[in-house]
């Protein structure tokens, strides 16, 4: 069993910044990769990036390639979610996730997930 806490998420102007964060515990943590996916009102959960276990590699959707960037820090049980030059299209809660394997980009591959984080970017 792993339990996700989402943190970071806020209200910002267009062209800002944010640094989300997935703190993970419980068994083994970083023997999961870690998905990104954000949900804005009415549409679909979107997957965002993803990173495998050791933090080696990385893969994007086209929305995120260029302006967000994830990391994790295993020894902190923690992914981050770099997210730079912010537009009003971003606004949405944004959940970390984990699977067993990396390279997954579908939520319903995904094992375990955090409760969101609300991400609101104004103009």
């Known amino acids: 069993q792993v339990q996700l806490v989402e943190s970071g998420g806020g209200s910002v102007q267009a062209g800002d910044s944010l640094r989300l964060s997935c703190a993970g515990s419980?068994?083994?943590?970083?023997?999961?990769?870690v998905g990104w996916f954000r949900q804005a009102p009415g549409k679909e959960r979107d997957f965002l990036s993803t990173i495998s276990r050791s933090g080696t590699r990385t893969y994007y959707a086209d929305s995120a390639k260029g302006r967000f960037t994830i990391s994790r820090d295993n020894a902190k049980n923690t992914v981050y979610l770099q997210m730079n030059s912010l537009k009003p299209e971003d606004t949405a809660v944004y959940y970390c996730a984990a699977a067993t394997s990396y390279g997954r980009v579908s939520d319903l591959e995904y094992d375990y997930w955090g409760q969101g984080t609300q991400v609101t970017v104004s103009s």
């Open positions: 419980g068994r083994s943590f970083s023997t999961y990769a």
